[in-house]
């Protein structure tokens, strides 16, 4: 069982900036950030797994980074010009895997409680 445990998330104005962290309880392959906006399905936005190899959806390319410290097992999302559409709660998710695991597309089984991102004009 891992547990997770996000932070960082806030208010600010469109063009800001955040930077947000998830500490997991102990080692774990794939590392991802979701979010939820009100009355919208959850999207992944960002992917990393233990290895480094990282993917990005196209709505935040350019303008989000992920990376993670393997070592105190947390992973951060750096997120510049931040827009009104980003708002939502921002949850990272975990999962077990190994380096034929794309971690896009694996099942996610573990979860944070969230943190909720707000972007105004």
């Known amino acids: 069982q891992v547990q997770l445990m996000e932070s960082g998330g806030g208010s600010v104005q469109a063009g800001g900036s955040l930077n947000l962290s998830c500490v997991a309880s102990?080692?774990?392959?794939?590392m991802g950030w979701f979010r939820q906006a009100p009355g919208k399905e959850r999207e992944g936005i960002a992917h990393?797994?233990?290895?480094?190899?990282?993917m990005y959806t196209e709505s935040v390319k350019g303008r989000f980074t992920i990376s993670r410290d393997n070592a105190k097992h947390t992973l951060y999302l750096q997120m510049n010009n931040l827009k009104p559409e980003d708002t939502a709660m921002y949850y990272c998710?975990?999962?077990?895997?190994?380096?034929?695991?794309?971690?896009?597309?694996?099942?996610?089984?573990?979860w944070g409680r969230g943190t909720q991102v707000t972007v105004s004009l």
């Open positions: 998710a975990a999962a077990p895997g190994t380096p034929t695991t794309w971690c896009p597309l694996v099942n996610y089984n573990y």
């Open positions: 990393m797994d233990s290895a480094g190899d990282y």
């Open positions: 102990g080692p774990i392959y794939c």
